[in-house]
């Protein structure tokens, strides 16, 4: 028993001496796990042109790492940044500091590709990144405008909403003045769409912005299509988008008479003429107009044209309508109700109607009176004496 324990005690402790030695190499290798990398190591810009590197530096603890930039050409010039600031060093951990490189390109650069490399050193090792960097004119990118839709369709009165995409392509973040333009009369406003009324707007390297464009046309415009554009400029460049807003007009009838009364007279026993005023008051023509009416039980109206062909916008035109009320017409107050009907529009009146007694009726009450007198002067004449 004795003698196992013994082996069971010694075997333990030649475990713990084989292990030591593998515990102290990993404590001295936790330097060597540092490493520094960059999702786009090879750039092309333009001569005069700056070039950016975001760089990430990890490691296993906090380490601080002294950082340089290797194999500038003459007249370039190479600035780290990190937390809003110009850096020589930073200390790497778990989590990747923020950090980026910044090469100055000269404008009188040739056009080459040209290698580069940063270095980070600290705690006992050091690392290295290799960078390329090519010159050409070609490279500096582009800024550009495109609208979701180059052309949209409204009725007048209404607003033609416009998304517009600002794109900077460029290696350099831009602040951009907005501007638009549009037909005389016209209000056209264009502001970035998470800033509404602003004015500028900034957009970094390789970003996109949204930009709403409002276009509304004055009032009574005529149908048609109408450019629109909006402007971004930047000091250094200055882009356009042009779009197409078609009006495709109101529709819109008034029916009235030439001066504005709604009130007729006629007699039980004839009929009257009235005159109706038929008015395209949208801003689109308007074909076959109807005219039609509802009125008093066996009254007959009848029209002297029933459809008026077209009206252009703005056009009038007159219509007699023929009312003869209803042998069965007592004198008083009627209303008929007039209505102008297309596949666009409508339009209806009401025009009150006092029904007067028929002239007859005063001739025949005249005559009465007249033989009453004379029936009164007989009797005075051939009586009075007795």
Known sequence: MRMTRTLVSLTAAALMLVSMPALAQEETTVVDSIGI??????????????????????????????????????????????????????????EAPELSLDVGVPVDAAED?????????????????????????????????????????????????????LRNDTPSDLEFELSSSGPAGWEV?????????????????GSTAQITVDATAPAGVESGQYPVSVQASSPDTEVQADMIVEIVGSFSLELSTPDQRLSTEVSSDGSSDIVLVVTNSGTAPISNVELSSTAPSNWDVTFAEQVVPQLAAGESANVTATVTPSDQAIA???????????????????????????????????????????????VFRRFGRR
Do not use: K
């Open 113 to 165: 590709t040209y290698d580069i490399g940063v270095s980070a050193s600290g705690g006992g090792a050091s690392v290295s990144l290799a960078l390329q960097v090519r010159v050409s004119a070609q490279a500096g990118g582009e800024v550009t405008l495109t609208p979701d839709f180059p052309g949209l369709r409204v009725p007048t009165g209404e607003t033609a909403s416009f998304n517009v995409e």
């Open 332 to 378: 008083g107050d009627y209303v008929i109700t007039f209505r102008a009907d297309s596949a666009d529009a409508n339009s209806t009146v009401d025009i009150r109607t006092t029904v007067n007694p028929s002239a007859i009726w005063g001739f025949v009450g005249v005559a009465l009176i007249v033989l009453v007198l004379v029936g009164l002067a007989w």
């Open 37 to 94: 990398s960059t999702p786009y190591p090879s750039v092309a810009v333009e001569a005069g042109d700056q070039a950016s590197f975001a760089l990430a530096l990890v490691a296993p603890q906090p380490t601080p790492m002294t950082l340089e930039v290797t194999g500038l050409p003459d007249g370039w010039t190479g600035v780290f940044r990190g937390g809003g600031f110009e850096i020589d060093g930073v200390t790497a951990g778990p």
């Open 189 to 205: 406003t264009a502001e970035p769409a998470t800033e509404p009324q602003a004015t500028t707007m900034q957009v970094e390297a």
